[in-house]
């Protein structure tokens, strides 16, 4: 392991070193600032604006639609502007920082544990839960996404190490798919700028949810559906038809991954690394691609492949970090909120794993994915009014809205005690297995 960590590191510093035009690219979009509002003119309908990044006050015009009132005197602010009559106008303004009262600390900390809980146990980030959840308890889609990236890397280093302290992690696997999700990274990185810089901030939100529904639907279906199939026939499935279709490729190179106990051409593992870091840059959330893609296409068990993945997240969650920090989007409140009690629910997870068999885990992902898709996918008419695309009564969105929070709750409640309860059911067992064992050894 410590072999592998060195060439870990030393990769990921490479990288570092010389791609620096890849980083240079972070900077945010061109029509898209971050900055606040230090005074306003409601006769001229103008307001004096200074950037993050040069601290240099302007003079900028509000659009018709903008109201004095909207605009929060030294608040930081996301500022999406469009250039009308030869000067910057300001065309949509978002809070950047959420207000962190009582209740809402609360929430993220038990949003941030029942995260935990999830990456530990099933290998995904977490993020199809912590992503909506913040942007339920009002962060910006981007900002959502570059918080919870940022909150990854560490949670996921921790749950990576304790599941391979179980034996369930394939190093080789994590790393050649990691290789993969940088490249990933980087383009979902520019497609989240293009938006921006596009639509605004309200184009983002629209965009991860809109995205979150058509992916939860179709891979948490998959894997619902299997998980299912699965435990009514009492056996674990073999090798998805899939899976040992693509195994039979034999384009150089061919790989073998000893823990997985796979051998199948690098060829294929490229495509599920790249979708990953694509998906964990544009929405933060990687792993519900990665770990059915090492299932479905690489033909790894779940189990391996849900430790697996979290060593992924971990290096992409890396670059895709440094990546959102040098852009300004990264809300170090949240992160530090969100990793103080996933770190615990992770190490939880991780332990649950050693208690319960593979098709718990699949169920437990379909689940959660399935219900996580209703929460995002009833905001989507919300966002479309926001943008002005469609009309929305006023009582109509506040209910879509309430829709969608206890969707999310429920989601939470679901997931906390489908594992709670196959860990306590899985100790049990294995408790009254050893003192059968024990028994017998005497006898």
Not at 200 to 224: C, K, P, T
Not at 312 to 322: C, E, H, L
Not at 413 to 433: D, F, P, T
Request: charge should be positive; charged fraction near 15%; hydrophobic fraction near 55%.
């Amino acid at each position: 392991m410590k072999k592998w960590i060195v060439v870990l590191f030393t990769a990921v510093f490479m990288l570092m070193m010389f791609a620096p035009a890849a980083f240079a690219e972070s900077a945010p979009p061109d029509n898209f600032k971050i900055g606040s509002f230090t005074q306003v003119n409601e006769a001229s309908h103008t307001a004096t604006f200074v950037p993050s990044d040069t601290n240099e006050p302007a003079t900028v015009k509000l659009d018709e639609a903008i109201k004095a009132e909207d605009v929060k005197l030294d608040d930081k602010a996301m500022v999406s502007f469009s250039d009308s009559n030869g000067s910057e106008t300001v065309t949509e303004i978002t809070v950047m920082f959420l207000g962190l009262t009582r209740d809402k600390l609360i929430a993220l900390l038990i949003v941030g544990l029942v995260g935990g809980l999830l990456s530990g146990f099933i290998g995904s980030g977490g993020a199809f839960v912590l992503t909506p959840a913040m942007m339920s308890l009002g962060a910006p889609g981007a900002v959502a996404v570059a918080s919870n990236m940022c909150h990854k890397f560490p949670k996921a280093m921790v749950g990576s190490y304790k599941r391979f302290r179980y034996g369930q992690v394939d190093v080789k696997l994590g790393l050649v798919v990691a290789g993969s999700a940088i490249a990933g990274v980087q383009v979902g990185f520019q497609i989240q700028k293009w938006i921006l810089n596009t639509w605004g901030s309200a184009g983002s939100d629209l965009y991860v949810s809109f995205v979150f529904v058509i992916i939860l639907v179709v891979v948490g279906g998959i894997i619902f559906k299997d998980a299912v199939t699965t435990a009514k026939g009492k056996t674990e499935v073999k090798t998805p038809k899939l899976a040992a279709r693509l195994q039979k490729i034999k384009i150089p190179p061919m790989i073998h991954f000893k823990k997985a106990d796979v051998v199948i051409s690098a060829w294929v593992t490229m495509p599920v690394g790249f979708a990953t870091g694509l998906l964990a840059a544009t929405i933060a959330v990687g792993g519900f691609v990665g770990v059915p893609g090492m299932i479905y296409m690489i033909g790894a068990t779940a189990m391996v492949a849900s430790a697996t993945e979290l060593l992924v997240a971990f290096v992409m969650g890396m670059w895709g970090s440094i990546q959102w920090a040098l852009a300004g989007l990264v809300d170090i409140r949240l992160v530090l909120i969100i990793l103080a009690a996933s770190l615990f629910g992770v190490q939880l997870g991780a332990l649950g794993t050693t208690y319960v068999r593979d098709h718990t885990i699949k169920l437990v992902m379909g689940t959660v994915m399935l219900i996580v898709a209703v929460s995002r996918g009833v905001k989507v008419p919300v966002y479309l009014a926001h943008l002005n695309i469609i009309s929305l009564d006023k009582n109509l969105a506040n209910l879509l809205d309430s829709i969608s929070f206890w969707a999310l709750i429920a989601a939470l409640l679901v997931a906390g005690g489908i594992i709670s309860a196959a860990m306590v059911k899985g100790i049990v067992r294995s408790r009254i297995e050893e003192k059968e064992a024990a028994v017998a050894g005497r006898a």
